[in-house]
């Protein structure tokens, strides 16, 4: 059995959304006045948040002036901006990749993560979805019809404290080949034997979606990808379809 390790994936592409949003909230202050206003920003350094009122004014703010409940909910909010940040929540990934047999590769990805957004993190969940051309070969090695699967699964952390790193492999992705017997006449040697490839299958894309903190009952989500254009020319699926069948000479492989 072969095995080779692609290193850390330089190509795997890392995608945060550019800014947390979030829904109207209604904080109520220690003296008890409430206010109606929607967390935009936080500020690091002075442990503040900005928050824009209904009438459209921005404030930063400190969220000791809350009410318990205000502030749980900004710890929340804090700890989901953090998370889709590259810097804070960092994501790399270890691609191996092992020939079993003749007829069978198994590719493994192992996902590393690491949490420098200041709050423990729990509950994360990682689906996957794998894309796979399988390429029918005629007798010249050409191909002659293509069909697709989408392989998928999950994995949880439970929990990630702050400041640590956790690593999990992956389902392994299964890729076959098959192979026939052809015997053909031959003028100097009689009969040649050989096995003639009929199909082969391709990992064509790989797409990631870690689930985290929740904003207004909706998780944040990262997602990332290897190779970076997996997203564009592929749909992510719920559940792994039907091997889909075309011809390839009326279809452009991605």
């Known amino acids: 059995m072969k095995t080779y390790r692609i290193g850390l994936l330089g190509l795997l592409l890392t995608l945060a959304s550019p800014s947390l949003g979030s829904a109207p909230h209604t ?19 002075n442990k503040k948040i900005q928050i824009v009122r209904e009438d459209g004014k921005k404030i930063w703010i400190h969220p000791s002036v809350f009410s318990q409940p205000g502030q749980d909910y900004i710890q929340r909010w804090i700890a989901a901006d953090q998370f889709m940040s590259p810097a804070k929540f960092r994501i790399k990934g270890k691609k191996i990749k092992n020939k079993i047999s003749k007829g069978k590769t198994e590719i493994v990805y192992e996902i590393i993560l690491e949490n ?14 794998a894309f796979i051309l399988k390429k029918v070969l005629n007798k010249d090695g050409k191909d002659q019809e293509d069909s697709s699967r989408v392989d998928g699964g999950q994995l949880r952390i439970a929990e990630m404290p702050d400041g640590k790193k956790v690593s999990g492999k992956l389902k392994p992705i299964e890729l076959s080949s098959s192979f026939k017997s052809v015997t053909e006449g031959n003028f100097q040697t009689g ?9 082969e299958e391709e990992l064509k894309g790989f797409w990631i979606k870690i689930y985290g903190p929740e904003i207004d009952g909706i998780p944040t989500i990262r997602e990332w990808c290897n190779p970076s254009n997996t997203m564009k020319n592929f749909a992510w699926q719920e559940k792994s379809p039907s091997p889909s ?4 000479r009326s279809r452009r492989r991605q």
């Open 27 to 45: 904080f109520t202050t220690a003296d008890g006045r409430t206010l109606e206003a929607t967390v935009k920003a936080y500020n690091c350094a």
């Open 116 to 129: 420098k957004t200041g709050f423990p993190l729990s509950g994360l969940r990682i689906e996957y979805r």
């Open 191 to 199: 009969y040649d034997n050989y096995k003639l490839k009929t199909s």
């Open 245 to 248: 069948r075309s011809r390839s």
